[in-house]
């Protein structure tokens, strides 16, 4: 099979190789334009633009106009940054237009490759989302590239970390938007907690986006969620009622403490005692599981977690300490209700405790 595939390739090409080969013909074409495009003023340049637009609502796709409008983003770019695109980068650029991944090394121009899928897509008039890594490129690209998409005739927003909702709905409803991934992110999780569609940012919805570097976006960082979380509304006295109970249990025949698994278990006494102490009929019905969750959280904060150990005490807080470093991580705490319980153990104010609110990758 392995020959076959060999002998196939030779005369064949790779994937890749046909690819490439198939695309010839796209960009020979957008090159057959351009001493058309070239004799345009600049306002006749500009006003392909409303022809084109006026084409897509007769019902024309954006493949139908695809030559002409990498042509005019070419001319575009020559004329406002003296820049015109290589056959290589119309090349990227059609790859991206069809919702791949165009692979380019550093130096070859994605910046200005991106240009053209985004002023092709930008046409329908659903808006353009260009994501970028960090707030600077966003900021640096949207003026940058942004004088292309300007000089056509379209508008370019971009969204930074401290702006508020009317700035970014503002910047979402311009036909090009630059922003990086959580930015992105966020605020489409903040649009799904809203009540009504007229307070959402991302009101244009999602029609087509050009993410840069895909790889570090979609894979590495995607490993960690975006998160917003709030204060829970559980009321604290359960933790102070929970955590007067610990001490008056035995460690002799009420509980076991095992250092190396880091765990603490009540024993069936202790757990009969627990339910006395609490007057709870039986810890394990589904109505009395959170007690018996916050009960066991009590019981290791007790024998687990020592103070000028595991945490200190600063300012009325408990403060974790690494366990590899020993330095003070400040604004971290435990979570699943073991910092509370630690707070109720050294009788300092208790914080409530954080749920998820919203999450995505």
């Keep these: 099979?392995?020959?076959?595939?060999?002998?196939?390739?030779?005369?064949?090409?790779?994937?890749?190789?046909?690819?490439?080969?198939?695309m010839g013909p796209m960009v020979q074409a957008i090159n057959a334009l351009e001493p058309e495009i070239?004799?345009?003023?600049?306002?006749?340049?500009?006003?392909?633009?409303?022809?084109?637009?006026?084409?897509?609502?007769?019902?024309?796709s954006l493949d139908d106009l695809f030559n002409e409008a990498f042509a005019v983003a070419r001319e575009a770019g020559k004329r406002v940054l003296n820049m015109r695109h290589f056959d290589v980068q119309l090349m990227g650029g059609l790859v991206?237009?069809?919702?791949k991944i165009a692979e380019m090394k550093t130096g070859e121009g994605k910046t200005l490759v991106s240009t053209l899928p985004g002023y092709l897509n930008a046409l329908s008039g659903n808006g353009v989302h260009v994501v970028t890594v960090n707030d600077y490129l966003a900021g640096r690209d949207s003026e940058w590239m942004g004088k292309i998409y300007r000089f056509l005739g379209l508008s370019v927003g971009v969204i930074q970390h401290d702006?508020?909702?009317?700035?970014?709905?503002?910047?979402?409803?311009?036909?090009?938007?630059?922003?990086?991934?959580?930015e992105f992110g966020f605020d489409y999780l903040r649009d799904n907690m809203?009540?009504?569609?007229?307070?959402?940012?991302?009101?244009?919805?999602?029609?087509?986006?050009?993410?840069?570097?895909?790889?570090?976006?979609l894979i590495d960082e995607a490993r960690t969620p975006l998160i917003i979380s709030g204060p829970s509304e559980e009321s604290v006295d359960k933790y102070y009622a929970i955590d007067q109970v610990i001490p008056r249990l035995n460690s002799e025949t009420d509980y076991e403490v095992d250092e190396k698994h880091h765990s603490a278990t009540l024993t069936d006494d202790g757990v009969?005692?627990?339910?006395?102490?609490?007057?709870?009929?039986?810890?394990?019905?589904?109505?009395?599981?959170?007690?018996l969750h916050h009960v066991n959280q009590s019981l290791r904060a007790h024998t687990l977690y020592k103070k000028d150990r595991d945490y200190v005490i600063k300012d009325?807080?408990?403060?974790?300490?690494?366990?590899?470093t020993g330095r003070m991580m400040p604004g971290r705490r435990w979570s699943d209700g073991l910092h509370q319980a630690v707070e109720a153990k050294e009788k300092v104010k208790i914080e409530?405790?954080?749920?998820t609110l919203a999450t995505i990758t």
């Design 1 to 22: 099979m392995s020959i076959i595939n060999s002998v196939l390739t030779k005369f064949m090409g790779t994937k890749h190789e046909r690819d490439i080969k198939a």
């Design 163 to 182: 702006m508020g909702d009317e700035e970014r709905q503002q910047a979402y409803g311009s036909d090009v938007t630059y922003g990086t991934n959580n």
């Design 96 to 99: 991206l237009h069809q919702g």
């Design 38 to 60: 070239s004799a345009l003023t600049d306002d006749q340049l500009r006003g392909r633009t409303a022809e084109f637009r006026a084409r897509v609502e007769k019902g024309e």
């Design 272 to 291: 009969e005692k627990t339910e006395k102490l609490l007057s709870v009929d039986n810890l394990f019905t589904p109505a009395n599981i959170e007690i």
């Design 194 to 217: 809203k009540y009504d569609r007229r307070h959402f940012t991302q009101h244009k919805g999602h029609n087509f986006a050009i993410v840069d570097e895909v790889d570090s976006i």
């Design 316 to 324: 009325g807080q408990v403060v974790i300490v690494d366990e590899f």
């Design 352 to 355: 409530k405790e954080n749920q």
